[in-house]
């Protein structure tokens, strides 16, 4: 078959043969230059992520000088904190400690329907508006 294919061609060149379909060459040493390329890429990798892992250093001191000027905590610091201090509130304690009321819950309420009326009666006519605030 590949004579015949060789003679349709014209006496192209191997290299179109394979391009055709044709029986490829076997490199002896295509394993180990396989080989050789996993382990380049392998140490690129190893080199990308060293260099990664020294610019996030250098970073994490730049923002721990920040934290120490400003007197900020990290938010691990910041969780662990506040986890002892519910773990302290509860001690000696059978039930699982209460949540804290969010800010804006409770008595607010009130006020807010207030002035909501305010506002509805604010834009009211004149003798509507003097009904209302008696």
């Known amino acids: 078959m590949e ?8 006496g192209a060149t191997k290299d179109m043969g394979k391009m055709l379909g044709g ?4 490199d002896p ?5 396989e080989e050789e390329r996993q382990e ?7 080199e990308r992520k060293a260099k990664y892992a020294k610019m996030e250093a250098e970073r994490e001191v730049m923002r721990q000088g920040i934290r120490d000027k400003y007197g900020i905590k990290k938010k691990e610091e ?6 002892a201090a519910m773990e302290a509130n509860s001690e000696g304690s ?18 807010e329907d207030e002035s909501i009326l305010d506002t509805v009666i604010k834009y009211l006519p004149g003798p509507l508006q003097d009904m209302f605030k008696k």
């Open 3 to 10: 004579f015949v294919m060789k003679q349709a061609l014209g």
């Open 23 to 26: 029986d490829e060459e076997k």
């Open 29 to 33: 040493d295509a394993a180990k230059k």
């Open 40 to 46: 380049a890429l392998r140490q690129e990798e190893e």
């Open 78 to 83: 910041r969780e662990a904190e506040a986890q």
């Open 94 to 111: 059978l039930t699982r400690p209460k949540k804290p009321i969010p800010p804006g819950c409770g008595d607010e309420q009130e006020e």
